[in-house]
Every structure is written in structure tokens, then in C-alpha cells.
T-cell receptor, first 113, second 112 residues
Framework: GENVEQHPSTLSVQEGDSAVIKCTYS??????FPWYKQELGKRPQLIID?????GEKKDQRIAVTLNKTAKHFSLHITETQPEDSAVYFC????????????FGSGTQLTVLP | DGGITQSPKYLFRKEGQNVTLSCEQN?????MYWYRQDPGQGLRLIYY???????QKGDIAEGYSVSREKKESFPLTVTSAQKNPTAFYLC???????????FGDGTRLSIL
């Protein structure tokens, strides 16, 4: 089955700096890669996703890049703010009749004021 | 997402007891999912359902059971066979299996 590895497990940045979280996946058939943000004790919230026919996608301060050849994808957050502090999860899945997501182990991002 | 309601928020289980976690959605979504989250770990899929009266095992289905008798409801039973049930349980739904998944607020299950 699919295996997703996520790095780093913790990341601290100064407010205003950029943050980058990286994930690798094992199954070359995977073609959908969402990113979720989870604040302490709350539900994961989808912040951005990318499909394998696209190399990069942006939404304001957030961007995701995908390298299918190397089987890795990354989340980029620019101009970080304290409210960006949370745990971020990447995931991967194959298209098909049900989208079974395999999640990474998460990155605790702390934005220092 | 306000359209996915999980209850209760906290649940305590005694040894040898089965407990049922509720998940209801009013989004008219076809697909529903149950995940388990342990501290410091990602989410792991327990069961999923693409359509009423049909469901499939995920990666960690042992010790759990589900039903999907109505489109809007997908309850999860944690049976006494699940020896380590303490975790945060998250229900999700999507319009179809191809669409993004959105989560409920979760149920935190603990052992008495």
C-alpha cells in the first residue's frame, strides 16, 4: 500500500518568514495530494490540494509543489503569521471509486512573534 | 464544517464494553469515512462507505464495526475486541469518492 513520509516533525519560524514542509510518497499511482491544517483539539481543515496533472498550485500565501518523478510534494507558506501555528498533515491517494487517503505523521509549525 | 456532526465529544469506555460513535452529515455527501488519530501521529483509515448499505475496511478495521443504513449517518462501534481504543476519532465525508474530504469535530474516546 501507499506510504507517506513527512518532514520535519517540528518547525519553528519567525513571523514573516517562510515555512516549507515536505512529503514523499511510495506509490507512483497516487495522483491526489491534499494538505490539512489542524489546530489543537480541532478538526483537520483542508487548506489546499493538488492533482498530478499540475506541478504547482497557489492560494494567497500558500502554495504546493509536486514532483511526480521524485514522488515528493511540498507545502510552502509565505509571510507566516502567528495564526499559522498548527499541525499540518499531507496525504496521498489514487483516483478511483473511493479516495482512500494515506496521511503523513504531521508537522507542528510554530510561528514566533 | 458545520454539516458534519460527531457525538459525543468525549466518551469513556469500560473494559469489555462496546461503544458507538455517531456521525451525521446534512451535506448530501455520498462518501463517508472514519479515521483514528493517536497523539503525534497522522490519521489512519478505519472504514469507509461510498454508498448506502455498502462499506469497506480501511487499514485498521480490526475491533471496529460500522453500518450505513442511511445516507446521512455512518456510526462507528468500537468493540471489546479493540484492545487499545483510546484515541481521537474523526469522521469525514465527501460529495463523491473523488472529491475532497471534510471532517467533523471528532470524538475523544478514553478507557475507564
Amino acid at each position: 500500500g501507499e506510504n507517506v513520509e513527512q518532514h520535519p516533525s517540528t518547525l519553528s519560524v519567525q513571523e514573516g518568514d517562510s515555512a516549507v514542509i515536505k512529503c514523499t510518497y511510495s506509490d507512483s499511482a497516487s495522483n491526489y495530494f491534499p494538505w490539512y491544517k489542524q489546530e489543537l483539539g480541532k478538526r483537520p481543515q483542508l487548506i489546499i490540494d493538488i492533482r498530478s496533472n499540475v506541478g504547482e498550485k497557489k492560494d494567497q500565501r500558500i502554495a504546493v509543489t509536486l514532483n511526480k518523478t521524485a514522488k515528493h510534494f511540498s507545502l510552502h507558506i509565505t509571510e507566516t503569521q502567528p495564526e499559522d501555528s498548527a499541525v499540518y498533515f499531507c496525504a496521498a491517494s489514487m483516483s478511483g471509486s473511493a479516495r482512500q487517503l494515506t496521511f503523513g505523521s504531521g508537522t507542528q509549525l510554530t510561528v514566533l512573534p | 464544517d458545520g454539516g458534519i456532526t460527531q457525538s459525543p465529544k468525549y466518551l469513556f469506555r469500560k473494559e469489555g464494553q462496546n461503544v458507538t460513535l455517531s456521525c451525521e452529515q446534512n451535506l448530501n455527501h455520498d462518501a463517508m469515512y472514519w479515521y483514528r488519530q493517536d497523539p503525534g501521529q497522522g490519521l489512519r483509515l478505519i472504514y469507509y462507505s461510498q454508498i448506502v448499505n455498502d462499506f469497506q475496511k480501511g487499514d485498521i478495521a480490526e475491533g471496529y464495526s460500522v453500518s450505513r443504513e442511511k445516507k446521512e449517518s455512518f456510526p462507528l462501534t468500537v468493540t471489546s475486541a479493540q484492545k487499545n481504543p483510546t484515541a481521537f476519532y474523526l469522521c469525514a465525508s465527501s460529495q463523491t469518492g473523488e472529491q475532497p474530504q471534510h471532517f467533523g469535530d471528532g470524538t475523544r474516546l478514553s478507557i475507564l
